[in-house]
């Protein structure tokens, strides 16, 4: 496959893709159509290959863009974990006026033995004003589902950046394809464009006979039918230049009213195939990678489900004032009174209604099903590998084949025109000539690009699309 590129390059083949050497009037009419009306002469055209499109894509890339905030928000809950297990400290206070204070029955004998025994008598404990401040501290000594949840915190960052990863992958690869699009459509245009040229010369030359008598009304009618149609192909594949330029800068994140210019030639496109290494790592696929995160989380969660029949213990400190007075004034004036406590306090489960050994459960089949999906992954990805590279030697077969077929249509059309000229061949096998030299120029083209989506759907079918150059 290392000559096919030498026969893609031949000069012949080369000038089917140099738009700008065109000074054709009519192309320079194309050239308005595609920019639009009226036209932005204050914006200036960028100029861009493949690898400078991707790299703006990578960093303006609205999915992109999304898909990195997860990221920060991943960090923003690790940092909310950690705090849970950081000092907690409060300050409070208040003051209170009892408008009416709470009464109470006692049995006054227990302060009065000479009472006898069930006398009850009101009493009021509380004081009209009364007021407090104190501050406490706590501490969290020991929680295995804390420590549980600061790894499944961090793993689950793990998941976020992979997520990442394969939106850029499927960026790279919508950017990759719609570029190639872009020259595709941009050469099938100019080869259109070259036909109606020609097919605008033989008519006014074939009327030019018809007028000297040379030839019949019936050949000026043949080629200006393929005239009309090429005029109409023409104008339509103007408009899926445009729409296909427009996708290009959507799926970039770029303005969709930008000028670019695309300056990476098809001339440039490697087709050999790579070599698959017979150590293949699953994980760089992307997908394979994030099921082995998920299954990391799945484990995480079995742990945290065991962590929770472990004891709980906290430490705590409080230190404080309150005071009490019958008048507001009082209670302010007076000295108040310090008060303060230092402990700790453990939680030990019991029973629970057998709720965690459910959960346990869950997880081990959650983590049993995501083992079955890792090894249906990895068969499918050797197939995926294997379709793909088959795929690819077919196209880069029939791509060359249709290589062939384009030089040998454009020798028939050059001959046949010759003998039209010279008196001495029919205007209908002239008309079969072009058109199927047309036909040749469209399947070549369809193949090459057929070939390029090939080569992109292996490079990541192998994990190797992300940072390579096609």
Known sequence: MKNFRKKCGTPSKIKLYNLPGMKNIFFLFC????????????????????????????????????????????????????????????????????????????????????????????????????????????????????????????????????????????????????????????????????????????????????????????????????????????????????????????????????LIELTTSLRDVNLDIPDIPDNFNYNDRIEYSLLETNRNLALLDKKNYLSEYLPKIYGNFNYGFNNARGLGRDLLANNWFNFGTVGATIFIPLFEGFSKQTKIQQSKIKISQLDYQKSLLQKNIEIEIVQQKMSLESNLKILEVQLQNQELAANIFRITKIKFQEGIGSNLELTNADNEYKTAQTNYLNSLYKSILSKIDFLKATGNLYNKKL
């Open 31 to 258: 050239s308005v159509l595609l920019i639009g009306a009226p036209p932005v002469f204050a914006q200036k055209k960028l100029k861009m290959t493949i690898e400078q499109c991707l790299e703006y894509a990578l960093g303006n890339n609205e999915s992109i863009q999304i898909s990195g905030l997860s990221i920060k928000d991943a960090e923003a809950k690790i940092r909310g974990i950690v705090a849970l297990g950081l000092p907690q400290a409060s300050l409070q206070g208040g003051l209170n006026y009892n408008f009416e204070v709470q009464t109470s029955l006692v049995d006054a004998s227990n302060f009065d033995r000479t009472l006898s025994p069930g006398t009850l008598t009101e009493i009021q404990f509380s004081l009209p004003y009364d007021g407090n401040v104190s501050m406490g501290v706590s501490q969290l000594i020991f929680d295995g589902a804390y420590f549980v949840g600061i790894e499944a915190s961090q793993t689950f960052k793990q998941l976020s950046i992979k997520e990442n990863e394969r939106t850029k992958i499927e960026v790279v690869e919508a950017v990759t394809k719609s570029y190639y699009n872009v020259l595709i459509n941009q050469a099938q245009l100019y080869l259109i464009g070259q036909n109606f040229s020609r097919l605008d010369t033989l008519l006014r030359e074939t009327t030019q006979m018809y007028q000297n008598g040379f030839a019949e009304q019936i050949d000026v009618d043949r080629i200006k039918v393929s005239y009309n149609n090429t005029k109409v192909n023409l104008e339509t594949q103007i408009q899926l230049y445009g729409i296909s330029q427009k996708l290009l800068k959507f799926q970039m994140g770029m303005p969709l009213d930008s």
